[in-house]
């Protein structure tokens, strides 16, 4: 590249190489959790622990700071790409950078033990035995927001937060949030009210051959635009979306009784898996040419899942492949009954089966909690109680037990404070993000209706994916749908499609 | 450990993460041959390359050098295997520190790049296409032989042949292979007429569904003993066994219209590895720890494969199997039909296809000419007309093209010279374990008759998968059948099978 400094090109090659061995580790990643034998754990931890190990190594090698600093002196002479890619490498640096080895190492070893604890804890419905561990994870992640804190001049949930989402803070979560918990509960009582008085679902009867619900997930990502040559469909125990942008690797699981769960699933990782393809290709080894961050993520996976697969376009495209997939006649298959068997509203205590509606509820709650837990507000033996102390106060439910309740979700365990808002702030993206896309595609419903995604992924690829991280999460919101994150859209996307 | 020196402790955990490293590299080329969808090709050899790089920069460090020496200054203070460990470290430093680094990429590049090239050559039956590519392989192998010549003060094809069969050499081989040429022929005359003689083949008609195919293989695979909790059975263009000790990933190809090739196929990989899953579990991320080369690698294959599954003990134990996978009946199904099928002798063509007799005057001609390319006594362009002359003679055979002749090979173009006569050395080993097993386990026949693998599973274990590379392969030898590698056994087993 003529004209590149030559600080930046030598950062270029580092990177490239934290690139590859990042890319290794995602796909051993994928490995361990959709095909690895048991016994092959101990061995693959040790692969993974090392492969990270040296990429921590490469990263905050005492050179990597001397060419930033010099990059940067020299920045005139870089385009916009390479500028906003100098700019991750420089944050990467000093995510890790921030945080002292030692540090690093036993938050990474106490988390190991936790989540394997927890596994146990859940199974068996035994808070008590997770408080200690869960106490100690706790208390190193504060250690670390404290660190980042001062390296990044953030408050220390800020910290912990601009890791998952960079740029984004309590100021911007707080109004959004209040908003919303402003909102939902009386929209919630209507919706509910309505759906009362609806005809009753039929719920079709199984069982499905995971076979031919492996099939029809196919045939619908292959409309979608799903690029098999760089990608595949496999079955783990937990969906995700994993591998690289040139080797996307996504997984879903199969039930018999129920095909809609595999269904919806494999659409949502599908939109994770589009937004991976179509991130700039010539930018696969840099930092810059990553996803945005995980808000931005979980809006491309809930615009395919939520905004677009649950809608009466789509399954008027969708519904007859499903009908001869499985055989499906009558009542039960009937387009309005499975509409309504899709936009079923319940508040539930687990969050990872609650519909649209309900799941920010379950996310306000996780917020508020960990923010608590971080501040030393809320001690980690006290969880329980406010844990079901919320859950009544916002979806007017009380847990049964703590299986059903502070012990569901891996996140604290693994020591990821920070993490929830995202899952939120990713509705909301979605949601302003669909309704822009479908003002400046005025023929959207009828190529939905026919099967038809090109516009679609085309004013995606153009207006989110190719972006990559070439400018921030707000600049590419507010450039694709010309306002910053807002819950306007949200809320009329919710009374559109549960209250008209 | 008491009593360990602190260099030979520092090694073992530099040798353990470089077999960390290792075995995510072993993880990830199965994942290439067995999954990887084709667009995911390029980000993985960067992959590749970056693990490659990082474990060579590992391995040649400046600082292993010391701590090699200072270990072995100590030694005294080490146990037996952690003395042989610390010899296969050293021999590991010598082959990576032997060649210049730049050598080392030069003759990469060129391998990845003739590899390349002689796909399409094949395909296409052009040497002439192959033949520049090829040169420069060959020169850059000299190059890096004669570099490995001084280090090890070997002759340069000692030197490359002790990378896949450490402490072999041309001295061990020659006289093994003189009298291999000496006896085949006039044998292989005996044997067809033979088989001329004996009743047509009628050869079973499929299709064989692949499913069932797989099921039989892993049916069998379960019998021998494999333990699926360390290892997976999958497909791949070509057959290998991968992976780690661990995590043995074993593949076959099925074929609709055949099943005795992947049925054959499984059960040569199983072989492989049972080995692997057999080596000592408590040295498992060190040298040590490791099969000890290519001939006692292959050596298992054929064991199980050639030994033991064509025989007719074997087949009254798979052959009901057999049979009530594919609803077989009739005169195709008889055991003495299906024995005389997988036991036709017939020179051909094509190494990979030969049976158990001819395979030898395969090996022995490449090994001939890979002698005279490395040595320069024959040049490139005139290796089909040697191959040709060398068919005739050996086979009586000659081939019809280069693609059936000097194209068939990727050996070469990969800048494998040295490799070739392992497999031989391996048929000879199998043969003369096989002999003593049988000797000291008078009831085994019997046992294979009924399915039971259990004895002859411990004593492989116990004479030569646990010792791992804790001896060399002629004390391996010699210690589990009692006289050093010879030709007897393997005659012996040819007569016995083919002429009785």
Not at 13 to 30: E, H, N, T, V
Not at 47 to 65: C, K, N, P, Y
Not at 339 to 368: M, N, Q
Not at 378 to 384: A, E, F, G, R, T
Request: contains cysteine; negative net charge; charged residues 25%.
């Amino acid at each position: 590249m003529t004209g590149v400094g030559s600080a930046y090109a030598t950062l270029e090659k580092r990177f490239a190489r934290l690139s590859a061995i990042g890319g290794a580790s995602a796909i051993l990643q994928w490995d361990s959790a959709a095909i690895m034998p048991e016994g092959g754990s101990e061995a693959r931890a040790e692969q993974m622990a090392a492969l990270g190990l040296i990429s921590h190594e490469l990263l905050t090698d005492a050179a990597v700071g001397d060419l930033l600093d010099k990059a940067e002196a020299d920045a005139a002479s870089l385009n916009d790409w390479q500028r906003a890619n100098l700019q991750e490498m420089r944050l990467r640096w000093r995510h890790a950078t921030a945080v002292p080895a030692d540090l690093v190492e036993a938050h990474s070893r106490a988390t190991s033990r936790c989540e394997m604890t927890w596994r146990k804890a859940r199974e068996e419905d035994d808070f008590a035995s997770l408080s200690p561990s869960l106490t100690e994870v706790v208390r190193l992640t504060q250690e670390i927001a404290a660190a980042k804190s001062a390296a990044f001049d953030l408050s220390p949930y800020d910290a912990l937060l601009s890791e998952y989402e960079p740029g984004c803070s309590r100021a911007d979560i707080d109004p959004l949030f209040a908003d919303l918990e402003a909102f939902l509960p009386d929209f919630l009582a209507e919706v509910r009210e309505r759906q009362a008085a609806a005809p009753q679902i039929i719920t079709p009867e199984g069982p499905f051959d995971p076979a031919i619900q492996k099939e029809l997930g196919l045939d619908l990502m292959t409309a979608l635009g799903f690029d098999f040559n760089h990608g595949r469909l496999d079955v783990s125990h937990h969906p995700f979306t994993g591998g690289i942008p040139d080797d996307v690797r996504l997984t879903t699981r199969y039930r018999q009784d129920d095909f809609t769960e595999s269904l919806m699933g494999i659409l949502h990782e599908t939109g994770h898996a589009l937004y991976e393809q179509g991130l700039p290709k010539e930018w696969r080894s840099q930092p810059v040419g990553l996803a945005r961050g995980m808000a931005l993520h979980e809006s491309q996976s809930l615009l395919i899942e939520m905004q677009l697969s649950r809608g009466p376009e789509f399954l008027s495209f969708a519904l007859p492949k499903i009908r001869k997939a499985f055989g499906g006649t009558g009542p039960a298959w009937d387009q309005e009954n499975l509409l309504r068997l899709y936009l079923k509203v319940e508040p539930g205590f687990i969050r990872v089966d609650a519909d649209e509606v309900t799941y920010p509820l379950h996310v306000i709650l996780r917020y508020r909690l960990e923010k608590a837990l971080l501040s030393g507000d809320l001690q980690v033996p006290d969880l329980p109680g406010a844990w079901n102390e919320g859950m009544k106060t916002l979806l007017g439910l009380t847990p049964p037990n703590d299986r059903f309740g502070c012990l569901q979700d891996i996140h604290w365990p693994g020591g990821a404070i920070g993490y929830f808002p995202t899952y939120t702030l990713g509705a909301l993206s979605a949601a302003q993000i669909f309704a822009s896309m479908s003002e400046a595609l005025p023929d959207l419903s009828t190529q939905v209706r026919a099967g038809d995604f090109t516009a679609m992924m085309d004013w995606l690829r153009a207006n989110v994916h190719s972006l990559g991280s070439s400018k921030s999460t707000a600049e590419i919101l507010t450039q694709a749908t010309g306002s910053p994150l807002g819950t306007d859209a949200f809320k009329r996307h919710l009374k559109a499609r549960y209250l008209s």
